[in-house]
């Protein structure tokens, strides 16, 4: 009998803060990305994904960011603090 093997995701950042008037998601990475990855935003049983169009660090546009880094980029739907950015 063949049994479903569920893959456990890791998170690669968490929403700190999120500005909704600008739509706008404060996220600390665990892991680097970059401008063109695929992430998904996961809260409870809601998620949405996107592409990664722009982000900015310390208010000026990068391409890339580091484990660590903090980040500021725009998100296609609400993303509130906890909510947490995994790959895919």
């Known amino acids: ?47 949405f994904s996107q592409v990664i169009d722009s982000m900015e660090v310390e208010h000026k546009s990068v391409e890339k960011a580091k484990k660590g880094e903090v980040i500021g980029m725009k998100v296609s739907e609400s993303a509130k603090e906890g909510t947490v950015m995994v790959a895919g």
Request: hydrophobic share 45%; glycine share 8%.
């Open 1 to 47: 009998m063949a049994t479903a093997t569920r893959t456990k995701v890791k998170p690669i950042g968490k929403v700190i803060h999120f500005y909704d008037k600008i739509g706008v998601a404060i996220v600390e990475l665990s892991k680097a990305v970059k401008v063109g990855d695929a992430v998904t935003f996961q809260r409870g049983d809601q998620e």
